[in-house]
């Protein structure tokens, strides 16, 4: 069975960075095409950021520039820097194929406030 289990979200200052890691079990990790999403309280879960197996990354246009999603196949984690952080990133964040495909993980909480 497929675990997908998210870390390290927080409370960050505006302007402020972060780095959150997802690890996948349970699964061939390297042939995926993985993705990061978000859901903010009352919308839609969204996509943000989508690494290809082959390292070609993606982005939404309101976190290009200040996001940037890698992967290391090793050790089957995907990872989100987020830096110069704004109130409206704001959310939950969740990894998963681009396709959805697997069952979603607990997601981690991110909050910008000052």
């Known amino acids: 069975q497929v675990q997908l289990v998210e870390a390290g979200g927080g409370l960050v200052q505006p302007g402020g960075s972060l780095r959150l890691s997802c690890t996948a079990s349970?699964?061939?990790?390297?042939?995926?095409?993985m993705a990061w999403y978000r859901q903010a309280p009352g919308k839609q879960r969204e996509l943000v950021a989508s690494?290809?197996?082959?390292?070609?990354?993606n982005y939404v246009d309101s976190v290009k520039g200040r996001f940037t999603i890698s992967r290391d196949n090793g050790e089957n984690t995907v990872y989100l820097k987020m830096d110069t952080l704004k109130p409206e990133d704001t959310a939950v964040y969740y990894c998963?194929?681009?396709?959805?495909?697997?069952?979603w993980g607990q997601g981690t909480q991110v909050s910008v406030s000052s």
């Open positions: 998963n194929t681009v396709f959805r495909r697997f069952n």
């Open positions: 349970g699964v061939i990790f390297r042939i995926h095409d």
């Open positions: 690494i290809t197996s082959g390292g070609t990354t």
